[in-house]
């Protein structure tokens, strides 16, 4: 698994983690590190293992082998210490739909054990005060969607679980339920973890990720280091004299097609060095540009890699 060392203290911790179903490998030796107090991008095409994963760090679905600490405790012997710290939204929220948002969020509240002043400061933060008498089939699925974070927010949990909080939203939706989530560890000092299958989300939300395909960690550290590498690609007049006069003086030229030679990325003085060359010999230099791939090639090209690499096994 690619990666770079994560530096903030670990709310989640999981060490070998797999779930088989009928001997298939769905979740298959992950070890997931989350940091406090960060939002931690759970990033994967559909059916890659994301919400089993989730499942099992709430105790909703059993690992076949493997451990989940969360909060430095063994999930499987500190459950009922562990689960109250932990607010969830998995798969589409339940509601009862002749009852009202406040009504609705008021029978989770009891069986959490909370008092009833939790319930108006959630609506607030997800956006839905003024909407008390509304009953619940007569929301939208963005409406929807809120109340089911405002039930997962109920008792400001230390961790929360969204799995796809965005899915089947509208534009506005989507961008309203992110804006929701990017200032939740700031407002309340809780650590997050989002699942998605579109990078593009993730993207806007999170600065850590982690990539599951066909079960598997692929990846786990910033985005950053998710980025490419690039190539540096210089347009001239004349290519073909331009790329010899280079390959002479030791440079290494990667390609030459049209007007453009491409080679690595060199830093910015060794750039100006490679003009000072070309334009010395009367090689007319008409851009230097870094082309780097989108972060979405990039994932689009680990997770289809791995999916070919898993057929020829």
Request: hydrophobic share 40%; charged share 20%.
């Amino acid at each position: 698994m690619q990666g770079i060392g994560l530096q903030r203290p670990q709310i989640i911790r999981t060490n070998d983690l797999t779930k088989t179903y009928r001997g298939v490998p769905v979740v298959d030796g992950v070890d997931l590190q989350v940091g406090a107090g960060e939002i931690f991008g759970f990033l994967g095409p559909n059916g890659a293992g994301k919400s089993t994963t989730m499942k099992m760090l709430l105790g909703l679905a059993r690992p076949t082998s493997g451990t989940v600490e969360i909060f430095d405790q063994s999930l499987a012997s500190n459950q009922r210490s562990i689960l109250p710290r932990i607010g969830s939204l998995i798969e589409s929220p339940s509601f009862y739909g002749h009852l009202t948002g406040p009504e609705n969020l008021d029978l989770v509240r009891r069986i959490k054990g909370l008092s009833a002043s939790t319930v108006a400061p959630v609506l607030a933060t997800v956006g839905l005060s003024g909407q008390e008498k509304k009953q619940v089939k007569n929301y939208s699925l963005g409406m929807k969607q809120r109340l089911g974070l405002a039930m997962a927010l109920l008792g400001e949990p230390d961790l929360l679980i969204l799995d796809e909080p965005t899915n089947g939203l509208d534009p506005a939706g989507i961008h309203e339920m992110r804006e929701l989530i990017v200032g939740l560890p700031e407002r309340f000092g809780m650590t997050v973890l989002v699942s998605s299958h579109l990078l593009s989300e993730i993207e806007q939300m999170a600065s850590t990720v982690g990539i599951i395909d066909h079960g598997r960690l692929l990846y786990q550290g910033p985005l950053s280091g998710l980025e490419d590498a690039g190539r540096l690609v210089v347009t001239v007049s004349d290519p073909a004299g331009a790329a010899g006069l280079l390959r002479q003086a030791g440079w290494q030229i990667q390609q030459v097609a049209g007007n453009e030679l491409t080679l690595p990325v060199y830093a910015d003085e060794h750039i100006a060095g490679l003009v000072s060359t070309l334009v010395s010999s009367a090689i007319q230099v008409f851009r230097v540009e870094v082309r780097r791939r989108p972060l979405e090639q990039v994932f689009l090209g680990m997770t289809s890699q791995h999916a070919q690499v898993g057929k020829a096994a």
